[in-house]
């Protein structure tokens, strides 16, 4: 798996990992539960990262990329 983004928190993670599994590309959440167990509420310290298989790496980056674009 590889890391396509980082974000300040989970939800925005999560909307992206929707945007993403809509298009047909599986992603995964990664560290959304470590600053609650942690502890950590500086968003400095630790980033909630969006991973996707290898193989979708690519796709998801422009997909991602095209969004951002958007807003």
């Known amino acids: 798996m590889k890391v396509v983004g980082k974000y300040p928190n989970a939800f925005s993670a999560n909307v992206a990992k929707g945007m993403l599994e809509n298009e047909g590309i599986p992603a995964q959440v990664l560290n959304e539960y470590l ?15 969006l991973a996707v298989r290898d193989e979708d790496y690519s796709e998801a980056k422009r997909l991602l990329a095209a969004c951002s674009n958007a807003e």
């Open 35 to 49: 600053p609650l167990v942690a502890g950590v509420v500086n968003s400095d310290l630790l980033s909630i990262e």
